[in-house]
């Protein structure tokens, strides 16, 4: 299984600290949007040549891992 630590970062000198890609500028959100939208695998990869199909399953993993742990309360009514 891929570990997102090692294909995702967050540097504050990048992109205002917004997880990226390691090594890249390519923003976490930018591939979850990109998969949401209907792209491939391929596509991402074909688009955007630093990007390995392990990177796109560390997003997947990553936005798991965020809100896996978050408290969600519903409105009072």
């Keep these: 299984m891929v570990n997102w630590t090692q294909h ?3 540097n504050p000198e990048v992109l205002y600290g917004k997880p990226t890609i390691l090594k890249t500028r390519i ?3 930018l591939i979850l949007e990109k998969l949401a ?3 491939s695998h391929d596509e991402l990869i074909d688009a955007y040549p630093k990007l ?7 997003c997947l993993l990553f936005a798991s891992e ?3 742990n978050e408290l969600v309360f519903p409105k009072a009514s």
Excluded at 52 to 58: K, L
Aim: proline share 5%; no cysteine.
């Design 8 to 10: 995702i970062g967050s």
């Design 27 to 29: 923003p976490v959100y």
């Design 37 to 39: 939208a209907g792209y």
């Design 52 to 58: 390995h199909s392990e990177d796109i399953i560390a």
């Design 66 to 68: 965020a809100v896996k």
